[in-house]
């Protein structure tokens, strides 16, 4: 007989042990997950201009996750089908029909040309919607082992963000958008800049060791400065919202609340005024920006408030089934609830929200569980944030809704197996 290893003391659920080739496997997959950016930002660097590396880079993962889910399959041992996760997955086939049958419009991408375009969307549902949702299918072995080495997200993160800053930092700090021509696109860093800063949060506050605690801080000072020097406006949203819900966790530990106390009477009295003299700061304080004039796509001049309102104008075309991936512009509405109403309709509202209670359970299951699963929570904060102001329909096919939908599966009635 296969031995069985407790998952947690607390919650009664007894699972096999991975091998090592799973390990293996898993391990790598989730490190070139997390350290995509970091090899786009080399490539670019190195003046390696052509996408099949990256694309090649980015579907290797694909691959393996394949592997994962066909043994989770085969050991029948899948999350507890509950509504929640029913809806995420009648969500992805809605998703998926509404890619074939209405099929994404011809839009100029550049040197390719508009028929590029069209195998660049389909190539991003895959890379960044089919491969989160495939790689973070956990089963709860997977999940405990993820929980327990958070190195595997803290370390390519954290090389990522090195190599971004290193070549990329002068553009970074420069003029708004004008990343774009120079091999990296500003949009994409905040993925690193982010999960930095989560993760170097958590092992500070809630790993318990002193040499996580002082790596935490050399990475927290690190994404600090990236914060600094990004124009983004999500991303300082983002992180004060992360940095809320860490409060709000660390009342569970003493010592963690007291180092939350601490960082927060540091940042308040040092990081906030270095970070109110940053660019995104300054367009945040711009409450007319939604309003304002920008560039799309170097054709169109459009305001996020117009792009909303193509977006609703759309959603009451077809209000029923949606279908309309993309608005007149080339792009997406900037608002993911509006996007959800535009692409899929009534229906896909629906089954949003379903999915989004779901998240929410999970959520606060972890949250009565040991620290060692809060990164969970604290980078789906960080996600669910970017989605909101950011998030294509696509989008909500992610990495954070599949890990707390998980959550919700293997803890949700954890009284009821007690």
């Known amino acids: 007989?296969?031995?069985?290893?407790?998952?947690?003391?607390?919650?009664?659920?007894?699972?096999?042990?991975?091998?090592?080739?799973?390990?293996?496997?898993?391990?790598?997959?989730?490190?070139?997950?997390?350290?995509?950016?970091?090899?786009?930002?080399?490539?670019?660097?190195?003046?390696?201009?052509?996408?099949?590396?990256?694309?090649?880079?980015?579907?290797?993962?694909?691959?393996?996750?394949?592997?994962l889910l066909l043994l989770t399959v085969m050991r029948k041992q899948n999350p507890r089908m509950d509504i929640c996760m029913k809806s995420f997955m009648l969500y992805f086939l809605?998703?998926?029909?509404m890619l074939i049958i209405y099929q994404a419009p011809e839009f100029d991408t550049g040197t390719y040309g508009s028929s590029y375009g069209k195998i660049f969307y389909y190539y991003e549902f895959t890379a960044y919607s089919i491969l989160p949702m495939t790689l973070f299918y956990l089963t709860p072995s997977r999940f405990e082992f993820l929980s327990r080495n958070t190195w595997l997200i803290f370390i390519p993160t954290f090389l990522s963000l090195s190599i971004i800053l290193y070549y990329f930092g002068d553009i970074l700090s420069g003029e708004y958008g004008?990343?774009?021509?120079?091999?990296?696109?500003?949009?994409?860093?905040?993925?690193?800049?982010?999960?930095?800063?989560?993760?170097?949060?958590y092992w500070?506050?809630?790993?318990?060791?002193?040499?996580?605690?002082?790596i935490g801080m050399v990475g927290l000072a690190i994404s600090l400065y990236s914060l600094k020097i990004s124009s983004s406006q999500s991303l300082l949203l983002s992180?004060?919202?992360?940095?809320?819900?860490?409060?709000?966790?660390?009342?569970?530990?003493?010592?963690?609340?007291?180092?939350?106390i601490v960082l927060g009477v540091i940042g308040a009295s040092i990081a906030l005024?270095?970070?109110?003299?940053?660019?995104?700061?300054?367009?945040?304080?711009?409450?007319m920006y939604l309003s304002d004039i920008y560039t799309y796509g170097g054709s169109y001049d459009v305001s996020r408030i117009d792009l909303i309102k193509q977006g609703l104008a759309m959603f009451a075309q077809s209000p029923i089934f949606g279908g309309n991936i993309l608005t007149p512009m080339g792009g997406y509405c900037h608002f993911l609830f509006v996007d959800v109403l535009m692409a899929g309709g009534i229906i896909g509202f629906i089954l949003m929200c379903?999915?989004?209670?779901?998240?929410?359970?999970?959520a606060l299951s972890i949250s009565r569980l040991p620290t060692r699963y809060y990164w969970i929570v604290m980078i789906s904060t960080y996600?669910?944030?970017?989605?909101?102001?950011?998030?294509?329909?696509?989008?909500?096919?992610?990495?954070?809704?599949?890990?707390?939908?998980?959550?919700?599966?293997?803890?949700?009635?954890?009284?009821n197996r007690a």
């Open 1 to 67: 007989m296969i031995p069985l290893q407790p998952l947690d003391p607390q919650n009664n659920l007894a699972l096999p042990p991975m091998s090592l080739t799973e390990k293996i496997i898993f391990s790598t997959a989730i490190f070139m997950y997390f350290s995509f950016y970091g090899f786009l930002g080399l490539q670019n660097a190195l003046g390696i201009h052509s996408s099949l590396y990256s694309a090649a880079y980015r579907l290797i993962p694909l691959g393996l996750s394949g592997i």
């Open 354 to 362: 379903i999915i989004l209670y779901g998240c929410l359970k999970g």
């Open 239 to 260: 992180s004060a919202a992360v940095c809320f819900v860490t409060f709000l966790l660390s009342f569970k530990n003493k010592s963690s609340l007291a180092i939350t």
């Open 383 to 415: 996600v669910f944030v970017q989605l909101l102001f950011h998030g294509k329909a696509t989008a909500l096919i992610s990495m954070p809704v599949m890990l707390l939908l998980c959550a919700n599966s293997f803890f949700g009635n954890v009284r």
């Open 204 to 214: 500070i506050v809630f790993s318990g060791k002193f040499s996580k605690f002082a």
């Open 273 to 287: 005024p270095y970070i109110m003299m940053s660019k995104g700061f300054q367009r945040l304080q711009n409450l």
């Open 94 to 97: 809605l998703m998926v029909i």
């Open 178 to 201: 004008g990343m774009d021509f120079q091999g990296v696109n500003r949009a994409t860093t905040k993925e690193p800049m982010g999960f930095m800063f989560v993760m170097s949060l």
